[in-house]
């Protein structure tokens, strides 16, 4: 399986052959490089070790700095384990660029969403709230009743109620990438994809195509 990390830049839109608007996210994809290799025969499992965004020394904590100058690699800030099949030519130290995909082609892409702190169950979970009227004074974006009678006689687990909002990782799905630009490390998909700027990003293939 194809992957890439990158960092979310920000959106904008460009158009199509036709004349349409297509809004569209770029990133910054890459460089990347190989950390490690993981067999089935030697871990159980089947996967690399990917390592972006290049960094000072003093910028990274020190077992993590010495495993990257044991194995001669660039000092990177971000590691991130991707599987693939056993029988791809991954090596140590070898560097994955954007154009490790290609235009038309759909990716997964998983971020962490905004953090949005402790909100309630109006803005989290979209509920209507209370009566606006009929003597109703401070109850307009309460929740209502979270029990029940006799049973179960208590809060059943997962009752949408307040608390902390965003602050997840979410996955956007069969993205459709539609620039590439390996000399500048871009990467532009269509749509939104989670996070904020500056956020990262694992970009792999997708599983969905259809």
Not at 69 to 88: A, F, I, S, T, Y
Not at 128 to 142: L, M, Y
Request: some cysteine; hydrophobic content about 35%; proline content about 5%.
């Amino acid at each position: 399986m194809k992957g890439i990390l990158g960092k979310k830049l920000g959106m904008t839109q460009i158009f199509d052959s036709q004349g349409r608007v297509i809004p569209i996210t770029v990133i910054e994809a890459g460089p990347c490089f190989v950390a490690q290799r993981k067999t089935l025969a030697r871990d159980g499992y089947s996967a690399i070790q990917l390592g972006f965004e290049e960094v000072p020394a003093r910028k990274l904590n020190r077992p993590l700095l010495r495993r990257l100058q044991r194995k001669n690699l660039p000092l990177v800030r971000h590691l991130r384990e991707l599987r693939v099949q056993e029988d791809e030519g991954y090596e140590v130290g070898q560097k994955i660029l954007a154009d490790v995909f290609a235009t038309g082609e759909r990716v997964d892409i998983i971020g962490t969403s905004k953090g949005k702190g402790f909100a309630g169950v109006v803005k989290r979970h979209g509920f209507a709230g209370g009566p606006k009227t009929h003597g109703q004074s401070d109850r307009h974006r309460t929740p209502g009743s979270i029990g029940a009678c006799k049973w179960p006689g208590r809060v059943l687990k997962g009752q949408r109620m307040a608390g902390h909002m965003g602050n997840a990782t979410h996955t956007a799905q069969n993205l459709q990438v539609v620039l590439v630009d390996s000399e500048r490390n871009l990467l532009a998909v269509r749509g939104p994809v989670p996070g904020m700027k500056g956020g990262l990003l694992v970009i792999k293939e997708a599983r969905k195509q259809g």
